[in-house]
């Protein structure tokens, strides 16, 4: 039945007149309600209702990535409805290469959540906070309205805050307390920064005002010093998110405690919220404020992807491991974007649906782990690789993944973002590249610990993965290789964005040049002297920024 | 002919993928002949190739298949590039690839996971294939982690001794050591020259400013120390003899240990543009490699570990002929030892297999009667790694040893000296081995003093019939630390009954031993016309090798050094092991012995200076941040106690709270709604 639902869809939203994003949004929103509005009696019904709306929405989306226009650098599939006349605020949706993806990769991630792991209890609840939780994600990464953007960016809070603080483990409430007010601070910067963005910069028809996010980009009125502020405030908001050191803190505890579906959306959706943040509301509202806090940002990303590693490798709980995991590849992501340069950015946007695909499945697996064993704790586990050869063999092609090794999916990202990255600030870069060892040293040591060796009396009989479960790592673990192998129809959807983004900076921003490679032509070489090449190339107070000929 | 280049990748790839998802279906021995037939297809393949190579302009040909990484100025593809170079390496690596794989189906008969060797097996000579043939750094690094991840696994194949998983993650570490340099290579690469694809940078090589130059070439070269084992990165090889044997030959010995080689010819235009540091860097670092595992090599006691070390030793001298600008020569060693060292290491393998899985040579002895085979071939593979002309060895070290002549007459002395230990400890290994009295089943000499003592001391104090047991659990489970956790299992110290071993392991020694004698003959130094291999290079090296001129008398002159070198060092061996002038102790130093400390020093600083700096770390990240964190909340209520009240029905109270919050929103939103 639901797949006839499902190809008919698929057809209407081929017709161009379809309002395909507003589709993405409302159709989760709409599950969520019904969901809520059933008997608490008939459980199954409301997890049914759950996978056919999430299906339909990643659909929807798949639909959405057939039909986008691979060559164009602008907002597709935009729809507009005035929603608050007096302040300027509509409801504005509308997809470029930079949140295709991202929306794409919710579509994909939260229907298989959901077949991943069910509720230990009240599932009415789960999946309507589950359902609304991919609404709001939908509608955060299509925005085109501040406002909006804002409203979708707080509600994803309230259902994570409820999936962790009911359906957790352990200290599940200090856990979801914590990440629900470390959020919600940081969103408090941001929402004062959009309101006197929206006051100051806004050219809207009622008395200046607008949230309109063209209308703001389009007028270029703020003095230098608001606009770096402003930046700050977004920055606060963005940096917690990611989660940027020193803020991280709040992941590894709502990671520990959080049920598997949603530790899956949690790290794979909502972190990313954080970086596409940074990267549409802060560089492109902000050009100048980027440039400047650049180095600092870089800082802090290369910070957290050692960091993040090292502390990752002292970790006695799985998910705990995970965790500060992430926070070493939203480095890297983050790194990118504030490389400034097409390769660093692309980099960064491709490391985000990466890190979606990579750390989502590696959160199943766990969750799978967990359904055996009840426990995270690795000296609890041993020798799982002899008892269940398959599990061991996906967890290896994930963790390959997750390292960075190349035909894998996440080297794409790290490597993009650290060429870029290297083109602009080398050191940093080079820096940053040791976070290569670390992963090594982390997740092996980790594989070591949990599957080599001997099996106890405890993990003696620990059954191999089902097929069910065979199933739900099917398409990720597909994705993993075939991003790997061919990344190409994935980078020339984003490049144009890229470059439209990277294009403005130059304009806006006095000054500035995007960093880029020599292209064998001039300064490197021996006829030219290495005078010339710095001069052109110090982009800003960077110290690093100089030739290799000093 | 040639535009099949991309099948020679593809057939051992399709292998791995048919048993990937049949293999446990097809089972042994079919699994076997599945991943031989691909790796002997592709070797088939690539003798066709070669063939086609001939007629290509400048023996050189590019095929790009697709675009693999586009993003802005970057572009890769997954594109080939067959030159002399890599047709040489190709070559090599199939043609031994598939008589390893050959030997494998007979070596790892009974295992239970034997299909799953055979698939990690094929995709070692898929990447190991990308490694070589990819036309860019990136489609390198490629093929140079894949290798490193099969090697990970087949080094930790018998995962569930905890040994072998930390020898395979620690060669997976080191290996990452150096993939650090190379990343940041491929990365200033790029920023050079707006390219990584050879056939696009290397050409304009010559005109790069000498600082880049040296830095690409250096960060290229601590990705070629980790990979090829050297100073101060070689401490992963020998432990990776934790796993079978046939991948300590083909892995560890033949083919991926030399791709840190590789990359280094093949960027040799890098190499040549930088500070001249640059190549005596690589030449001393080979130099003291070389000398430095030698000497450990000579006190090791298990068969494996000495030829690890062998190998160790060996790719010094590669590293030391590129060094010195003797790429060829490098290129030339490496086929040879590829030869002689897959050689020795299975001729090891079977007789660990006809040991039952003994690998202490200080238990073994006389075995040439038993074994003849495998004695025999082995015996060729000792003459060519000696240097004893005309063995293959002979000719390549004493390449190798010229052109360090050419480049500092120091270098050429500890090349000899090394040459001279190398003659002695493989003749120390032989002499054991397969000479001498038959040793087998008796515990080590230490080891049997040991029991010894002990026993008498128990005796003394008068509890005779424990003693008899506890000797017997004692010897008991030294056999099991001993034995692999392989099928056929040592079954006691009174039943070891050696024996040679099946054709499928005997075939790839005939075939080894054969061009391990003969290998020589690509490159004999007397004219032009001999210098096959030398010919053949020209197009890629020629042009930044060293050039000198080796007269007729300085040429004589140095190989009979050599040979006299090698002689001496089979003569003292001789004397101490077979004639036992000398108490082998004064050699086998413990100094020797531990490896000069610095596997331990590494080890030791890891663990603890290292492992406390992370401890510290995470420590931090607990205390300070996160406890400023949870500091800044706690303060913000009034303290810790009032905290649990708040904390009970939190959840309610907040749900009630949002849920207030969202209603109020949406009513505000609706009163302002123009739709």
């Given at each position: 039945m639901s797949v006839s639902i499902l190809s008919s869809v698929l057809a209407a939203a081929g017709?161009?007149?379809?309002?395909i994003l507003a589709s993405l949004v409302f159709v989760p929103l709409v599950g969520a309600i019904l969901i809520a509005l059933?008997?608490?009696?008939?459980?199954e019904l409301s997890r049914q209702m759950a996978i056919i709306t999430a299906l339909l929405t990643g659909v929807l989306s798949i639909a959405l990535l057939v039909q986008f226009?691979?060559?164009?650098?602008g907002f597709q599939f935009v729809v507009q409805q005035t929603w608050v006349e007096s302040l300027d605020i509509k409801f504005f949706l509308g997809v470029d290469g930079i949140s295709l993806f991202l929306v794409v990769l919710t579509g994909i991630l939260f229907p298989i959540a959901l077949f991943a792991a069910k509720p230990d209890h009240s599932p009415k609840g789960y999946y309507a906070w589950l359902t609304l939780l991919m609404a709001g994600c939908m509608g955060a990464f299509l925005a085109l309205d501040l406002f909006l953007f804002f409203l979708m960016f707080e509600i994803t809070l309230v259902p994570l805050y409820m999936l962790i603080g009911k359906?957790?483990?352990?200290r599940r409430i200090y856990a979801a307390t914590k990440f629900f007010l470390y959020t919600m601070l940081g969103s408090a910067f941001m929402l004062v920064s959009i309101v006197t963005l929206a006051v100051l910069a806004g050219a809207g028809?009622?008395?200046?005002v607008s949230f309109d996010f063209t209308k703001i980009i389009a007028t270029d009125n703020l003095a230098t010093t608001t606009g770096r502020w402003l930046f700050l405030g977004m920055a606060i908001a963005f940096a917690v998110k990611v989660p940027s050191f020193p803020f991280h803190t709040w992941l590894p505890d709502a990671h520990t405690e959080a049920p598997t579906a949603g530790s899956i959306d949690l790290a794979?959706?909502?972190?990313k919220l954080g970086t596409y943040g940074f990267l549409r509301y802060g560089l492109e509202l902000f050009p100048e404020a980027t440039v400047w806090f650049a180095p600092v940002m870089l800082t802090l990303a290369t910070i957290g992807v050692v960091y993040g590693g090292i502390v990752a490798a002292m970790q006695r709980n799985l998910k705990r491991l995970v965790a500060y995991s992430s926070v070493a590849h939203m480095g890297f992501a983050l790194m990118g974007i504030f490389a400034l340069n097409v390769e660093g950015i692309e980099g960064s946007v491709m490391q985000m649906v990466n890190h979606g695909i990579t750390t989502g499945a590696l959160f199943i697996l766990l969750g799978f782990l967990y359904s055996r064993r009840h426990t995270y704790e690795?000296?609890?586990?041993?020798?799982?690789a002899k008892v269940a050869p398959v599990f061991a063999g996906v967890f290896t092609l994930v963790m390959l993944a997750s390292i960075g090794v190349?035909?894998?999916?996440?080297?794409v990202g790290e490597f993009l973002v650290l060429l870029g990255t290297f083109a602009s600030n080398r050191w940093w870069a080079v820096v940053a590249t040791t976070g290569v060892i670390i992963a090594a040293l982390y997740l092996l040591w980790a594989y070591q610990r949990v599957f080599q060796g001997e099996p106890d009396e405890a993990n003696k009989s620990f059954p191999d993965l089902k097929i069910s479960e065979k199933l739900v790592m099917l398409p990720l673990v597909g994705l993993i290789i075939f991003l790997g192998v061919y990344p190409k129809p994935v980078l020339d959807r984003i490049e144009p964005s890229v470059k439209r983004v990277v294009t403005r900076l130059e304009v806006k921003?006095?000054?500035?040049?995007?960093?880029?490679?020599?292209?064998?032509?001039?300064?490197?070489?021996?006829?030219?002297?290495?005078h010339g090449l710095n001069e052109e190339h110090s982009l800003r107070s960077n110290p690093n920024g100089t030739g290799a000929n000093q | 002919m040639v535009g099949l280049v991309w099948l020679i990748p593809a057939l051992p790839l399709a292998g791995f993928l048919v048993l990937v998802f049949f293999g446990k279906r097809i089972g042994e021995p079919r699994a076997g002949w599945i991943g031989t037939g691909a790796v002997a297809l592709s070797f088939v393949t690539a003798c066709i190739v070669f063939v086609g190579l001939w007629g290509e302009p400048d023996h050189t040909y590019q095929l790009s298949l697709f675009e693999w990484i586009p993003a802005g100025r970057f572009s890769v593809d997954i594109g080939f590039l067959l030159d002399p170079l890599s047709m040489a390496m190709v070559l090599f690596v199939t043609g031994i690839a598939s008589l390893i794989h050959l030997y494998s189906t007979g070596y790892m008969?009974?295992?239970?996971?034997f299909p799953l060797f055979f698939t990690y097996l094929n995709l070692f000579v898929f990447s190991m294939l990308v490694l070589v043939l990819g036309d860019n750094l990136v489609l390198t690094f490629l093929g140079w982690e894949g290798v490193g991840a099969c090697s990970y696994f087949l080094i930790a194949f018998?995962?569930?001794k905890d040994e072998n998983a930390s020898a395979g993650k620690k060669a997976f570490i080191t290996n990452r050591v150096g993939d650090w340099g190379f990343m940041v290579a491929i990365f200033m690469t790029f920023f050079a020259f707006?390219?990584?694809?050879y056939s696009e940078f290397l050409p304009m090589a010559p005109g790069l400013a000498q600082t880049t130059a040296t830095f690409i070439a250096f960060m290229l070269f601590v990705g070629a120390i980790g990979k090829s084992a050297q100073?101060?990165?070689?401490?992963?090889l020998p432990d990776a003899?934790?796993?079978?044997t046939p991948v300590s030959a083909l892995?560890?010995?033949?083919t991926m240990v030399t791709a840190g080689v590789y990359l280094l010819v093949r960027v040799n235009p890098i190499i040549a543009a930088s500070a001249s540091w640059i190549p005596w860097t690589i030449a001393i670092v080979g130099c003291a490699t070389a000398f430095l595992a030698a000497t450990i090599a000579l006190a090791q006691q298990d068969i494996k570990k000495v030829l690890a070390y062998s190998t160790v030793s060996q790719l010094g001298y590669m590293f030391l002929a590129v060094g010195v600008g003797g790429y060829t020569a490098a290129i030339f060693h490496m086929i040879t030892h590829a030869f002689f060292k897959a050689l020795l290491f299975l001729g090891a393998g079977s007789v660990i297999h006809g040991m039952h899985?003994?690998?202490?040579?200080?238990?073994?002895?006389?075995l040439r009667k038993i074994m003849p085979v495998t004695a025999v071939t082995f015996i060729i593979g000792w003459l060519a790694i000696a240097g004893v002309?005309?063995?293959s060895g002979f000719w390549s070290k004493d390449d190798i040893l010229a052109y360090a002549l050419n480049k500092s007459p120091i270098l050429y002395v500890i090349g000899l000296i090394t040459a001279l230990l190398t003659a002695f400890y493989m003749s120390r290994l032989v002499f054991r081995v397969f000479y001498?009295?038959?040793?087998?089943?008796?515990?080590a000499e230490g080891e049997l003093a040991n029991l010894k003592a002990h026993t008498a001391m128990n005796a003394g104090t008068g509890v005779d019939a424990v003693t008899g047991t506890d000797t017997g659990t004692g010897t008991g489970t030294d056999t099991d630390v001993l034995v692999?956790?392989?099928?056929?299992?040592?079954?006691?110290?009174?039943s070891v009954h050696p024996h040679e071993s099946k054709w499928p392991m005997l075939v790839p020694l005939v075939v080894l031993a054969f061009f391990a004698a003969i290998?020589?003959?690509?490159?004999?130094?007397?004219t032009d016309q001999l210098q096959f291999l030398n010919r053949w290079l020209e197009p890629v090296v020629g042009e930044n090798e060293a050039h000198f001129e080796m007269g007729g008398v300085k040429l004589t002159v140095e190989l009979l050094i050599s040979t006299v070198v090698a002689f001496s060092g089979i003569f003292a061996a001789y004397f101490v092991?077979?004639?036992?002038?000398?108490?082998?102790r004064r050699i086998e130093l413990p100094f020797f012995a531990n490896g000069w400390y610095i596997d331990q020093s590494i080890t030791a600083f890891m663990g603890g200076v290292g492992r406390k700096g992370f401890e510290l770390i995470a420590m931090f990240d607990k205390v300070v941040i996160d406890g400023a964190v949870n500091g800044v909340g706690r303060a913000t209520r009034g303290g810790a106690a009032r905290l649990r009240t708040v904390e009970n029905g939190y959840v309610r109270w907040y749900a009630l709270m949002i849920g207030v919050g969202a209603v109020l929103m949406v009513a505000f939103v609706l009163t302002q709604v123009s739709f």
């Amino acid at each position: 039945m639901s797949v006839s639902i499902l190809s008919s869809v698929l057809a209407a939203a081929g017709s161009p007149s379809f309002p395909i994003l507003a589709s993405l949004v409302f159709v989760p929103l709409v599950g969520a309600i019904l969901i809520a509005l059933m008997p608490k009696s008939r459980p199954e019904l409301s997890r049914q209702m759950a996978i056919i709306t999430a299906l339909l929405t990643g659909v929807l989306s798949i639909a959405l990535l057939v039909q986008f226009k691979t060559g164009e650098a602008g907002f597709q599939f935009v729809v507009q409805q005035t929603w608050v006349e007096s302040l300027d605020i509509k409801f504005f949706l509308g997809v470029d290469g930079i949140s295709l993806f991202l929306v794409v990769l919710t579509g994909i991630l939260f229907p298989i959540a959901l077949f991943a792991a069910k509720p230990d209890h009240s599932p009415k609840g789960y999946y309507a906070w589950l359902t609304l939780l991919m609404a709001g994600c939908m509608g955060a990464f299509l925005a085109l309205d501040l406002f909006l953007f804002f409203l979708m960016f707080e509600i994803t809070l309230v259902p994570l805050y409820m999936l962790i603080g009911k359906w957790g483990h352990g200290r599940r409430i200090y856990a979801a307390t914590k990440f629900f007010l470390y959020t919600m601070l940081g969103s408090a910067f941001m929402l004062v920064s959009i309101v006197t963005l929206a006051v100051l910069a806004g050219a809207g028809d009622n008395g200046g005002v607008s949230f309109d996010f063209t209308k703001i980009i389009a007028t270029d009125n703020l003095a230098t010093t608001t606009g770096r502020w402003l930046f700050l405030g977004m920055a606060i908001a963005f940096a917690v998110k990611v989660p940027s050191f020193p803020f991280h803190t709040w992941l590894p505890d709502a990671h520990t405690e959080a049920p598997t579906a949603g530790s899956i959306d949690l790290a794979g959706i909502l972190l990313k919220l954080g970086t596409y943040g940074f990267l549409r509301y802060g560089l492109e509202l902000f050009p100048e404020a980027t440039v400047w806090f650049a180095p600092v940002m870089l800082t802090l990303a290369t910070i957290g992807v050692v960091y993040g590693g090292i502390v990752a490798a002292m970790q006695r709980n799985l998910k705990r491991l995970v965790a500060y995991s992430s926070v070493a590849h939203m480095g890297f992501a983050l790194m990118g974007i504030f490389a400034l340069n097409v390769e660093g950015i692309e980099g960064s946007v491709m490391q985000m649906v990466n890190h979606g695909i990579t750390t989502g499945a590696l959160f199943i697996l766990l969750g799978f782990l967990y359904s055996r064993r009840h426990t995270y704790e690795i000296s609890e586990l041993k020798g799982i690789a002899k008892v269940a050869p398959v599990f061991a063999g996906v967890f290896t092609l994930v963790m390959l993944a997750s390292i960075g090794v190349p035909g894998l999916n996440g080297f794409v990202g790290e490597f993009l973002v650290l060429l870029g990255t290297f083109a602009s600030n080398r050191w940093w870069a080079v820096v940053a590249t040791t976070g290569v060892i670390i992963a090594a040293l982390y997740l092996l040591w980790a594989y070591q610990r949990v599957f080599q060796g001997e099996p106890d009396e405890a993990n003696k009989s620990f059954p191999d993965l089902k097929i069910s479960e065979k199933l739900v790592m099917l398409p990720l673990v597909g994705l993993i290789i075939f991003l790997g192998v061919y990344p190409k129809p994935v980078l020339d959807r984003i490049e144009p964005s890229v470059k439209r983004v990277v294009t403005r900076l130059e304009v806006k921003v006095e000054g500035f040049r995007e960093p880029v490679t020599r292209d064998g032509a001039d300064l490197l070489f021996k006829a030219g002297s290495s005078h010339g090449l710095n001069e052109e190339h110090s982009l800003r107070s960077n110290p690093n920024g100089t030739g290799a000929n000093q | 002919m040639v535009g099949l280049v991309w099948l020679i990748p593809a057939l051992p790839l399709a292998g791995f993928l048919v048993l990937v998802f049949f293999g446990k279906r097809i089972g042994e021995p079919r699994a076997g002949w599945i991943g031989t037939g691909a790796v002997a297809l592709s070797f088939v393949t690539a003798c066709i190739v070669f063939v086609g190579l001939w007629g290509e302009p400048d023996h050189t040909y590019q095929l790009s298949l697709f675009e693999w990484i586009p993003a802005g100025r970057f572009s890769v593809d997954i594109g080939f590039l067959l030159d002399p170079l890599s047709m040489a390496m190709v070559l090599f690596v199939t043609g031994i690839a598939s008589l390893i794989h050959l030997y494998s189906t007979g070596y790892m008969h009974g295992d239970s996971r034997f299909p799953l060797f055979f698939t990690y097996l094929n995709l070692f000579v898929f990447s190991m294939l990308v490694l070589v043939l990819g036309d860019n750094l990136v489609l390198t690094f490629l093929g140079w982690e894949g290798v490193g991840a099969c090697s990970y696994f087949l080094i930790a194949f018998w995962f569930e001794k905890d040994e072998n998983a930390s020898a395979g993650k620690k060669a997976f570490i080191t290996n990452r050591v150096g993939d650090w340099g190379f990343m940041v290579a491929i990365f200033m690469t790029f920023f050079a020259f707006g390219t990584v694809t050879y056939s696009e940078f290397l050409p304009m090589a010559p005109g790069l400013a000498q600082t880049t130059a040296t830095f690409i070439a250096f960060m290229l070269f601590v990705g070629a120390i980790g990979k090829s084992a050297q100073i101060p990165l070689f401490v992963w090889l020998p432990d990776a003899m934790a796993g079978p044997t046939p991948v300590s030959a083909l892995i560890h010995a033949a083919t991926m240990v030399t791709a840190g080689v590789y990359l280094l010819v093949r960027v040799n235009p890098i190499i040549a543009a930088s500070a001249s540091w640059i190549p005596w860097t690589i030449a001393i670092v080979g130099c003291a490699t070389a000398f430095l595992a030698a000497t450990i090599a000579l006190a090791q006691q298990d068969i494996k570990k000495v030829l690890a070390y062998s190998t160790v030793s060996q790719l010094g001298y590669m590293f030391l002929a590129v060094g010195v600008g003797g790429y060829t020569a490098a290129i030339f060693h490496m086929i040879t030892h590829a030869f002689f060292k897959a050689l020795l290491f299975l001729g090891a393998g079977s007789v660990i297999h006809g040991m039952h899985d003994e690998q202490d040579m200080r238990r073994m002895g006389a075995l040439r009667k038993i074994m003849p085979v495998t004695a025999v071939t082995f015996i060729i593979g000792w003459l060519a790694i000696a240097g004893v002309p005309p063995f293959s060895g002979f000719w390549s070290k004493d390449d190798i040893l010229a052109y360090a002549l050419n480049k500092s007459p120091i270098l050429y002395v500890i090349g000899l000296i090394t040459a001279l230990l190398t003659a002695f400890y493989m003749s120390r290994l032989v002499f054991r081995v397969f000479y001498g009295d038959a040793r087998w089943g008796e515990s080590a000499e230490g080891e049997l003093a040991n029991l010894k003592a002990h026993t008498a001391m128990n005796a003394g104090t008068g509890v005779d019939a424990v003693t008899g047991t506890d000797t017997g659990t004692g010897t008991g489970t030294d056999t099991d630390v001993l034995v692999d956790t392989h099928e056929d299992e040592g079954t006691g110290l009174s039943s070891v009954h050696p024996h040679e071993s099946k054709w499928p392991m005997l075939v790839p020694l005939v075939v080894l031993a054969f061009f391990a004698a003969i290998a020589g003959f690509l490159n004999l130094p007397f004219t032009d016309q001999l210098q096959f291999l030398n010919r053949w290079l020209e197009p890629v090296v020629g042009e930044n090798e060293a050039h000198f001129e080796m007269g007729g008398v300085k040429l004589t002159v140095e190989l009979l050094i050599s040979t006299v070198v090698a002689f001496s060092g089979i003569f003292a061996a001789y004397f101490v092991y077979l004639k036992k002038k000398i108490d082998p102790r004064r050699i086998e130093l413990p100094f020797f012995a531990n490896g000069w400390y610095i596997d331990q020093s590494i080890t030791a600083f890891m663990g603890g200076v290292g492992r406390k700096g992370f401890e510290l770390i995470a420590m931090f990240d607990k205390v300070v941040i996160d406890g400023a964190v949870n500091g800044v909340g706690r303060a913000t209520r009034g303290g810790a106690a009032r905290l649990r009240t708040v904390e009970n029905g939190y959840v309610r109270w907040y749900a009630l709270m949002i849920g207030v919050g969202a209603v109020l929103m949406v009513a505000f939103v609706l009163t302002q709604v123009s739709f």
